[in-house]
């Protein structure tokens, strides 16, 4: 568990989604999802890098959300690679798509199209 806060206070990198780390994902190749540490899927197809990559360049850090008003769950863990390197990390509370963690704060995300996990879902389930 210790390891989980560890991920969600030093490797979490991004503001207002990944917009700040928009030239370091223009050579990723590979995106790995992680549930605790289990890994779910690794995605390397670059037609589908390139729209996970355009849907959280396009998605909007919302309001904080107050700890009162949800349950802090184990990070669902997406981890962007260049060739072996890591290049980005996205933190989410659990499975929860629309609430994303940042310096051990738990913000909204606001989508301008299809949200991360309906992405998935399409592309796990076709």
Known sequence: MKKGWLLVGTLFLLSGCINSGENKLSSVNRVEVRFGEEVKSTIEEPEDVEQLVDILL?????????????????????????????????????????????????????YEGISVSEWYEKLILP
């Not at 949800?70 to 060739?83: I, N, Q, R, W």
């Not at 072996?84 to 499975?95: C, I, R, Y």
């Open 58 to 110: 396009k998605a909007k850090r919302g309001n904080l959300v107050r700890e009162e008003s949800y349950v802090l769950s184990e990070p669902l863990v997406y981890e962007f690679y260049e060739g072996d390197q890591l290049v980005q990390t996205v933190l989410f509370n659990g499975e929860d798509t629309t609430r994303i963690l940042k310096g051990g704060l738990c913000y909204e995300v606001e």
